[in-house]
């Protein structure tokens, strides 16, 4: 038997074996709300952890799911697999409408909405005369698997934990695959996800809304355990518990939800007991140590319990590039010096600032082009102009005789332009091999937007063999073939440049956009950079690069367009370039 | 509706409006300077309310032993910071003096002020001045605790720990107060006749004070050195370090700031409504969807978006009273919506 299954393996057969013990009825109870509230966290860890957005507002869904189901069930009689049905479409229209007005802003505004509805949706059940105002609802029926009837706490413990366990398993698959991926560059802000056809607003919304199905499914447990509901386990304050259930187990972590569900709850209830005892004074104290604990943890361990514990334990197995998958198709590539991007007096102004002054310049296909000029001269603002960063106040780009005017960069992405990044853009804690499958993102078997259920139902195997082996095949390919499982962080930073070089490949581009690769190389490493883009050009693909250095680019470049505060000021080969006087007066200064 | 029962409801509006635009001024500053979003503000109306109320009913006021114990803890981790740091060590005499003036003596000092004061029938103008000497100076102590060392970290994790203090303070809060509510005397008891309308003088004192706040405030920001080097922080916080503004110190004067202005918002409705040991979370969440309307940066918008909430709350109590909180809570959900689409605030984070 493989040696890493063995400790999950025992905790399964342990946590199944506990209620047919006699253990404790109390602690079933508690192993019961750990399940339900390990549920909600995993949400917050995929929302939070990974996706770097966050929610209040948790208890809220969960309050949807169960008020859903109790009145269905209790109320109207019905199943409380209609209410489960009812209360998850409920939970994701909801979630979709807020996610929809907050996505597009920065970041906070999603939390500080979740908080302002959970306390909006906790007054309404409270006051609502058919949910029973603030009594809820009483009465439930136990949930009918079939035909085994889970009325006691024993019995529905094993639905509680199998749909932990399921959950667990659902949101490994969906990490690792290509939605996953893309959930993950979320992180790394959203430039470099989009640049690679990732649609950040859309993966936002999923994520917020699968949090909140996870919420509203706990919700469906908990009402049908507790047999009744009212509004109180559904406020912002448990909303926030939620928060700190995740951040306790480490918030990156899927099993650290887990762990911070169960310290927590333990944890409450050994302190709602404790501070009385000792104190002499009852109310709800343990609030105070939790806050310590929460901004201690912050402080000085934003990695968790999990976080640590995972040191201990074996590492996962990285995800491997199988061999002999079928290569994915390839676009038609232009002819040999075609003409590929068309840029037309294009203009920028920031305010009263012109930052980009008409400047006009053509890449024909398998040409290496560079764009230099001093500090300021409108170089990055221009590259940004061409992938779509920034909108244009004028002019026109033109690529292979399409203009890309007012196209989003994953748009730009999608035609065959792949870019790198100035500041280095990766996920450090992912393999090499994962990065720069990210690349491949808009290359999938599925719609880049969709494949989000089959990957949960690990249905997309072919699509990952194809992709995953498409990037090793690029990593192969740009040579660091042999760095393939490591860490992405661990790699030089000459490498690191590499590497984004192989992640744009990964999108089949025709003509690859450079920000300053060779900024901040050692003289090998931009010698190894050269050789590189060389053999790219041998095999057919144009390159446009903005660049300071250069000795770097007299080399290697077929033509320069040179820039100077926002104005072209010259262009040609190299040699001609370099004896203009033009040039020299603006990077040596004019003679006097 | 007749016009009477208008004008009273406008009334309310105004002066619990004149409150929460204090918040929400008060939260977009500290979001502006420190990128913190201040959940515990509601803490600080709070402790000021039940600070003056104890000294009103000659009590001993709690806060003060708080403020001692927060002081000392500022003191310690001052000391620990001077200890690990070669540099200061070496001043470290100096250094720790000046720490124990500012943390320990200061906060004995209106310890043994207050034990002096408890008892006495002070004037209503020495018991306001001393519960903000109480309260306002846990601000400061506040951010050098909780948040700087979290300084350079992201929004969401500041706003983790913003819910972390608020759990601590709501807690404190609890175990210092108790679970019943108070009301102070108001500033002044006469109430007049306005044509029909009753006019209470309470209201008139909260929107004069809140309106002379805000007058100050502006003043504050557009003359003084210290104004200035705040919203300079607020633009580009590395440029305002590059220029020699300390984005510590311009995060500990934005807290004191921002203490001093939730105290007296606590000092301001604590003789118009009830306030318990959990009040302020609601009243520091109204002051926050007025500032969402100003997407958190322009004053004028967060003051007009606090008038707005305060007015439909005071319609709402009086239209539909049970869903009073469901409306002026949701209302958040269109503004967004209304924002998201003038696409103020694009995507870039941080």
Redesign the interface.
Known sequence: MNKRLIVPAACAVALAMLPLLPTPQFWITLLNYVGLYSLVAMGLVLL?GVG???S?GQAAFVGIGAYSTAYLSATLGLSPWLGLAAGLAITALCAA??G??????????L???T???G??LY??FG?LEFLGKYDGITGLPPIDLLGWDLASGRDIYYLIWASVLLAALALHNLLNSRPGRAIRALKG??TMAEAMGVD??WTKLTIFVLAALLASWSGWLQAHLQRAVNPTPFSVNYG?EY??MA?IGGIGHIWGAVLGAGVLTVLKDALQGAIPRLTG?S??????I??????LL??YA?DGLWGALRKLLPAPEPARAPAGAPALPKRKKPRHGELILDVREVRKEFGGLVAVNDVSFQVRAGEIVGLIGPNGAGKSTTFNLVTGVLPATRGEVEYRGEPLRGLPSREIARRGIGRTFQHVQLLPAMTVLENVAIGAHLRGDFRPRGGLLASILRLNRAEEAKLLSEAARQLERVGLGEHMYKEAGSLALGQQRILEIARALCCDPALLLLDEPAAGLRYREKQALAELLDKLRAEGMSVLLVEHDMDFVMNLTDRLVVMEFGTRIAEGRPAEVRADPAVIEAYLGGVE | MDLTVAAMLVQDGIASGAVYVLMALALVLVFAVTRI?FIPQGEFVVFGAFTLSALQGGQWPHAATLLVAMGALVFIAETCATLRNPDLRRRAGRGLAWHAGKYLAFPWAVYLLAAAATGQALPMPAQVALTLLIVAPMGPFLYRL?YE??AE?????L???S??????????G??MFG?EGVRTQPFSGADFALGELQVSAQSLWVVGVSAAMVGGLYLYFEHSLSGKALRATAVNRRGARLVGIGTAQAGKLAFTLVALIGTLCGILIAPISTVYYDSGF?IC?KG??GA?VG??VSYPMAAGGALLVAMLESFSAFYAS?????I???L??PV??W??LA?A??????
Do not use: C
Request: proline share 2%; charged share 10%; glycine share 10%.
């Open positions: 939070t770097g957005l966050t209040f409408l807020i929809l007005v907050t996505m597009r802003m920065s970041g906070h505004f939390p500080l909405a908080i302002a509805w306390l909006a007054y309404l006051n802000g959203g950040t607003a926030i928060l700190f951040v004074v109310g709800h104290f343990e609030i105070i939790f806050g310590l604990l929460l901004v912050l402080q934003r | 979003i909780a060392p979290l970290a992201s929004t969401l994790v706003l983790i720990a819910v972390g203090v608020h759990l601590v303070l709501l807690g404190l609890l175990v679970a609601l969440l926050f969807v969402i997407a958190l049970a869903f009073k909180e469901v002026v809570f949701t958040i959900i967004l919506l924002r998201s696409g605030h694009g995507a870039d984070e941080e």
